[in-house]
């Protein structure tokens, strides 16, 4: 079971990436996934949230900016990023609440995904 993640990249200060965390192997059901980012000499924060139920969380810093959705049939997440500001400048990592074949919840992390903003 793995996640891979993909979308970051250079973006102008106000503008726009959307990021994508799909699961793949032996998934049989996810609790939750999200992001999480982690800037230079910072610790690791939540970004957003979005559980098996629809429900979705924010962090503060980006609520009314960013957008989590997901596809529960593609074990995927995306994360729309809008209006982005530099203080966004950060690994992006993508977490995954889930249960494998096995029947047994794990917690998995995938890659980060280099997102910054700058002119």
């Known amino acids: 079971v793995q996640l891979q993640a993909s979308g970051g990249g250079l973006v102008q200060p106000g503008g726009s990436l959307r990021l994508s965390c799909a699961g793949s192997?032996?998934?049989?059901?996810?609790?939750?996934m999200g992001w999480y980012r982690q800037a230079p000499g910072k610790q690791r924060e939540l970004v957003a949230v979005?559980?098996?139920?629809?429900?979705?969380n924010y962090a503060d810093s980006v609520k009314d900016r960013f957008t989590i959705s997901g596809d529960n049939a593609k074990n995927t997440v995306y994360l729309q990023m809008n209006s982005l500001k530099p203080e966004d400048t950060a690994v992006y990592y993508c977490?995954?609440?889930?249960?494998?074949?096995?029947?047994?919840?794990?917690?998995?992390w995938g890659q980060g995904t280099q997102v910054t903003v700058s002119s």
């Open positions: 192997g032996n998934i049989v059901s996810i609790n939750a």
């Open positions: 977490n995954a609440d889930l249960v494998d074949s096995y029947r047994i919840r794990r917690r998995l």
């Open positions: 979005f559980t098996s139920g629809s429900s979705t």
